[in-house]
């Protein structure tokens, strides 16, 4: 089974400055990886997904993730945070589970934007 | 214009009372789902329906019903409602294939009291 983890519970930065949120995903196969944010009292908006090719990904809003296959790793990445992206991320992975395809998402990294 | 809908955005039920969301979609999708997901939580997969057929998470609670009446209408039954579950509950869809973005609802927020 699938498994998806995320380090980081909160983090904290300032408005410009870059971004880094780290995932490190299990799964037997190559996997397809996503990237999900939530606002409060929101649903998830997809940022960015991987499949194959390119493992460096765009994703809307200027996040961009990349793929390392040696470090079982799918970290996303901002090059200057805006305070409106202080939301909760979710990286999640889909596997192949009891049922057929399942998304198999991370704990969570909230991420708090300083004036 | 919103394509996952899911009604009603907060719903309060009492302890045993049964309680029904419901999650209507416009994007005729194959694969309807439903997630849990508890305060500073990830969300966790109930059941999903590709089409008609009905799969069943392993650790669902028998608690929690599915149905699918058709292919725009989902709803999710608490039979009886614990003090536990008292969560939000995300619906999403997908067209089919695993390659496809999910889409989902803006969810709906239960209390337990």
């Known amino acids: 089974a699938q498994s998806v983890t995320q380090p980081d519970i909160h983090i904290t930065v300032s408005e410009g400055a870059s971004l880094e949120l780290r995932c490190n995903y299990s799964?037997?196969?190559?996997?397809?990886l996503f990237w999900y944010v939530q606002s409060p009292g929101q649903g998830l908006q997809l940022l960015l997904k991987?499949?194959?090719?390119?493992?460096l990904v765009q994703g809307i809003k200027g996040f961009e993730a990349e793929f390392k296959r040696s470090q079982s790793s799918f970290n996303l990445r901002k090059p200057s945070v805006h305070w409106s992206d202080a939301a909760e991320y979710f990286c999640?992975?889909?596997?192949?589970?009891?049922?057929?395809?399942?998304?198999?998402f991370g704990g969570g990294t909230r991420l708090m934007v300083k004036p | 214009d919103a394509m996952v809908i899911q009604n009603p955005r907060y719903q309060v039920t009492q302890f045993g009372k049964p309680v029904t969301l419901s999650c209507s979609q416009t994007?005729?999708?194959?694969?309807m789902y439903w997630y849990q997901q508890k305060s500073s939580q990830a969300p966790k997969l109930l059941f999903h329906?590709?089409?008609?057929?009905?799969?069943n998470e392993a650790d669902t609670p028998d608690n929690f019903q599915s149905r699918r009446p058709n292919t725009s209408f989902c709803f999710l039954d608490i039979r009886s409602p614990g003090l536990g579950d008292a969560a939000m509950y995300l619906c999403?869809?997908?067209?089919?294939?695993?390659?496809?973005?999910?889409?989902f609802g803006s969810g709906t927020q239960l209390s337990v009291l």
């Open positions: 999403a869809t997908r067209r089919g294939p695993p390659n496809e973005k999910l889409f």
């Open positions: 799964y037997g196969a190559t996997p397809y």
């Open positions: 991987y499949f194959s090719g390119d493992t």
């Open positions: 999640a992975v889909e596997g192949y589970g009891n049922a057929g395809n399942m998304l198999t």
């Open positions: 994007l005729n999708h194959n694969v």
């Open positions: 329906y590709y089409d008609k057929d009905f799969n």
